[in-house]
T-cell receptor, first 114, second 113 residues
Framework: AQTVTQSQPEMSVQEAETVTLSCTYD???????LFWYKQPPSRQMILVIR??????QNATENRFSVNFQKAAKSFSLKISDSQLGDAAMYFC???????????FGKGTKLTVNP | DGGITQSPKYLFRKEGQNVTLSCEQN?????MYWYRQDPGQGLRLIYY???????QKGDIAEGYSVSREKKESFPLTVTSAQKNPTAFYLC????????????FGSGTRLTVV
């Protein structure tokens, strides 16, 4: 079974600085998707970024970018120019292509200090 | 605006009662999902539905039931057989199973009193 591991239960960053959240996953499949979701205090899950495994280019969405290392099964999220609104739980998730299920990590709580 | 509406936001249940959590979407999505979230854990799949009048068990379906009579609606019933129902429940949808990714509702917090 696929598993997703987020080794940092909590992280903190100063406003305007850069922070990287780690995620590793375990799978024997070669065709899959990886996601980062944000869950702010409102608790609604918001898709931050999505990466397709067959694409070598790392995905970016404005201040959010990923470092996807397929051989190492690593998928880290970099947040640049951190803002107070970035404070949230961040979940890494894996999905085998065509599968109904997302497999989630346990999350990393990000605090942004003014 | 299109989205997913979950209600109620907070729900209290007495021991032995069944309760139903509502999930409605106006995104015209075929696939809908229910996940459970517990403190310090990720999300776990309870049930999912690919199409009207069809649904499948996820990883933790015991003590739960669902129906999908309309494309827009996917209610979840937490039965008295669910031994530890206190949790945060999230509903999600997407255009099709295995699609771009989920759109989530804002969740329902269920507490057993």
């Amino acid at each position: 079974a696929q598993t997703v591991t987020q080794s940092q239960p909590e992280m903190s960053v100063q406003e305007a600085e850069t922070v990287t959240l780690s995620c590793t996953y375990d799978t024997s499949e070669s065709d899959y998707y990886l996601f980062w979701y944000k869950q702010p205090p409102s608790r609604q899950m918001i898709l931050v970024i999505r990466q397709e495994a067959y694409k070598q280019q790392n995905a970016t969405e404005n201040r959010f970018s990923v470092n996807f290392q397929k051989a190492a099964k690593s998928f880290s999220l970099k947040i640049s120019d951190s803002q107070l609104g970035d404070a949230a739980m961040y979940f890494c998730a894996y999905r085998q292509r065509g599968s109904e299920k997302l497999v989630f990590g346990k999350g990393t709580k990000l605090t942004v200090n003014p | 605006d299109g989205g997913i509406t979950q209600s109620p936001k907070y729900l209290f249940r007495k021991e032995g009662q069944n309760v139903t959590l509502s999930c409605e979407q106006n995104l015209n999505h075929d696939a809908m999902y229910w996940y459970r979230q517990d403190p310090g854990q990720g999300l776990r799949l309870i049930y999912y539905s690919q199409i009207v009048n069809d649904f499948q068990k996820g990883d933790i379906a015991e003590g739960y039931s669902v129906s999908r009579e309309k494309k827009e609606s996917f209610p979840l019933t937490v039965t008295s057989a669910q031994k530890n129902p206190t949790a945060f429940y999230l509903c999600a949808s997407e255009d099709r199973v295995g699609g771009y990714g989920y759109t989530f509702g804002s969740g329902t917090r269920l507490t057993v009193v």
